[in-house]
Structures are given as structure tokens and as C-alpha cells.
T-cell receptor
Framework: GAGVSQSPRYKVTKRGQDVALRCDPI?????LYWYRQALGQGPEFLTY????????KSGLPNDRFSAERPEGSISTLTIQRTEQRDSAMYRC?????????????FGPGTRLTVL | AQKVTQAQTEISVVEKEDVTLDCVYE???????LFWYKQPPSGELVFLIR??????QNEISGRYSWNFQKSTSSFNFTITASQVVDSAVYFC???????????????FGPGTRLSVLP
């Protein structure tokens, strides 16, 4: 079956622009997670959803970052007024159950470059 | 707050050698889960194993084995008879659950880059 998909795969934007990154989880997966991975580092937790409810957004760096999952399936991570330090790989993962104790299936990521 | 340390930044071995990747974690929870993920050069993250804090039994899967030691807060990963295809970055991760409304944290270590030379 289809895995987690993310779009776009690559995004180049100018500083100050808003970007929206999309994640399409595996069908039927309850939980959805967003991570940011800088080059040479491990993924850093940003936020996660169970169904449409955002359960934890403690990892979002500041109020320029927001995420939604209005129908409990597709999710969008939005970064407003992008800055160069936002450049990173943004990864989405989904899980069959509601807690992170279960295997997370990761998407291919969106490579964001802010010029 | 939880933390995961992978002290080995990079390891190089020659094919067929055994190699152990270290992972040390910190948590105040009594209930937690540990994971290993593999990130090959293609960039995807591949789940390898999950372990809960109540199960210290070591696990073997083919050439892979894991040694969980609560006394030293370690969850080490050994590849036996390494192969070139094992070359990747390996991440150890820790998840602990709050006791209400499924709040949680999932923390990855910085990763260990393994290069297996032919």
C-alpha cells in the first residue's frame, strides 16, 4: 500500500515568504507527527495530532510555525515569514495508534531552503 | 526532560566485521519506549526495533541484535558480519508518555554514521 507522502519534496523560498508543507499519512493511521531535521542531526519533534486534535505542539520553535489536520487525515505545516534558519528537512510520520510508543512510518520529507 | 546520547559520531568498519552502536538515554519516567531507526543514503527513515522499559530481554533479528540494560540506561545495537548495505546513519530514540490525554515526547539522538567498507 501507499506510504506516507509529502509535498512538495523541495521548496525554495525567499526570506519573509510563507510556506505550506503537506503531509498525507498512511490511510487509517490515527496519529501524525511533524519533525524537523537539520543536516547531520537527528529529527527534532515539532508537533503531533491524534485524529484532528493537536495533542502536543511544544516542539514548535515559535509562533511563526503552525500545523493543522482539520479532517484527521492530511496535515499542513505552515511557516510564516520564513527566515534562513528555518532551512531544514521537514519530515512527517504517521502511526496506527494514538501514542508514540508505536512504530512511526516516515515520509520522504520536504527539503526547505530559505534564501 | 528526556535525552538520548549517541557518543559515536562516525564509525568505519571493514565488511564482515561486527560493530556495536551505543545509545545512552535519560528519563525520569518508569514507563518508556526505546527505538532504533536507520537512515540510508537515500534519506528515508526506516524503523528497526521498539523496546518497552519493562522488557529487558535482548533481541536478535538476523544479523541485528539489541542489548537493553536498564542499570546503565543503555540500548546498544550490534550488527554482526556487517555488509556494505548496512552503511547508513542510525538513530536511537526515546518516547515517554505523560499520564493524561496522550501528551508525549519523542526524542531522537544525534545519530551515528556507519560506513562499511568493502
Amino acid at each position: 500500500g501507499a506510504g506516507v507522502s509529502q509535498s512538495p519534496r523541495y521548496k525554495v523560498t525567499k526570506r519573509g515568504q510563507d510556506v505550506a508543507l503537506r503531509c498525507d499519512p498512511i490511510s487509517g493511521h490515527v496519529s501524525l507527527y511533524w519533525y524537523r531535521q537539520a543536516l547531520g542531526q537527528g529529527p527534532e519533534f515539532l508537533t503531533y495530532f491524534n485524529y484532528e486534535a493537536q495533542q502536543d505542539k511544544s516542539g514548535l520553535p515559535n509562533d511563526r510555525f503552525s500545523a493543522e489536520r482539520p479532517e484527521g487525515s492530511i496535515s499542513t505545516l505552515t511557516i510564516q515569514r520564513t527566515e534562513q534558519r528555518d532551512s531544514a528537512m521537514y519530515r512527517c510520520a504517521s502511526s496506527y495508534r494514538r501514542t508514540a510508543h508505536n512504530e512511526q512510518f516516515f515520509g520522504p520529507g520536504t527539503r526547505l531552503t530559505v534564501l | 526532560a528526556q535525552k538520548v546520547t549517541q557518543a559515536q559520531t562516525e564509525i568505519s568498519v571493514v565488511e564482515k566485521e561486527d560493530v556495536t552502536l551505543d545509545c545512552v538515554y535519560e528519563t525520569r519516567d518508569t514507563t518508556y519506549y526505546l527505538f532504533w531507526y536507520k537512515q540510508p543514503p537515500s534519506g528515508e527513515l526506516v524503523f528497526l526495533i521498539r523496546r518497552n522499559s519493562f522488557d529487558e530481554q535482548n533481541e536478535i533479528s538476523g544479523r541485528y541484535s539489541w542489548n537493553f540494560q536498564k542499570s546503565t540506561s543503555s540500548f546498544n545495537f550490534t550488527i554482526t558480519a556487517s555488509q556494505v548495505v548496512d552503511s547508513a546513519v542510525y538513530f536511537c530514540a526515546l518516547s515517554e508518555a505523560y499520564r493524561d490525554n496522550y501528551g508525549q515526547n519523542f526524542v531522537f539522538g544525534p545519530g551515528t554514521r556507519l560506513s562499511v567498507l568493502p
